[in-house]
């Protein structure tokens, strides 16, 4: 079946602009994470949407990054006014309720200007 | 807070030799443990993970042993090939709270 998906696969913008990242995820996964990896280092938690749960927002940066989700579907990760310091690869996963496995996208890879 | 260190940052070994990459985890609630190889361009995906009742957990070429006690677990790949290549990256998790904290990845090459 079809894994996550994730558009688009690259974005370039130019530092004070905003951008929007899409995540679609596993089709029946209810858990949905957000990631970011930075040039050569491991995956930072950003945030975490479980069903109808209030998210896990501990893992964002400040308060230009912030995330949607539509029920058990699509999410988006906007960053405002965006920094050099925000170019990296935003990875999305999703995972089935109650299971760890995370099951990874291929990632947006972000270029600020 | 939560913390998962890795070691080596990069592993060179000849095709056929073993790799070893090991981590350790600062947070005594974690009890998910999965390894993730992620080739260049492409996101992780998922080789192999372990639950904290388990010591030891293998799938053909590719094992990896957990002690709770220690708060270290391990990745051991035999027989390596070319194909192996690529950055590997240990993590780990609390069942209830599902938020994978990675380590800083290890970079394996295996030469012809």
């Known amino acids: 079946g079809a894994g996550v998906s994730q558009s688009p696969s690259n974005k370039v913008t130019e530092k004070g602009k905003d951008v929007e990242l899409r995540c679609d995820p596993i089709s029946g996964h209810t858990a949905l994470y957000w990631y970011r990896q930075r040039l050569g280092q491991g995956l930072e938690f950003l945030i975490y949407f479980q069903g109808n749960s209030a998210p896990d927002k501990s893992g964002l940066p400040s308060d230009r990054f912030s995330a949607e989700r539509t029920g058990e579907s699509v999410s988006t990760l906007t960053i405002q006014r965006t920094q050099q310091e925000d170019s990296a690869v935003y990875l999305c996963a999703s995972s089935q309720q109650g299971g760890n496995t995370q099951y990874f996208g291929p990632g947006t890879r972000l270029t600020v200007l | 807070g939560e913390n998962v260190e890795q070691h080596p940052s990069t592993l060179s070994v000849q095709e056929g030799d073993s790799a070893v990459i090991k981590c350790t985890y600062s947070?005594?609630?974690?009890?998910?443990f999965p390894w993730y190889k992620q080739e260049l361009g492409k996101g992780p995906q998922l080789i192999i993970d372990?639950?904290?009742?388990?010591g030891e957990k293998k799938d053909q070429r590719i094992a990896v042993t957990l002690n709770k006690t220690a708060k270290h677990f391990s990745l051991h790949i035999t027989e390596t090939q070319p194909e192996d290549s690529a950055v590997y990256f240990c993590?780990?998790?609390?069942?209830?709270?599902?938020?994978?904290?990675f380590g800083t990845g290890t970079r394996l090459q295996v030469f012809p």
């Open positions: 947070d005594s609630a974690s009890n998910y």
């Open positions: 372990i639950r904290s009742n388990v």
């Open positions: 993590a780990a998790s609390r069942y209830n709270t599902d938020k994978l904290i």
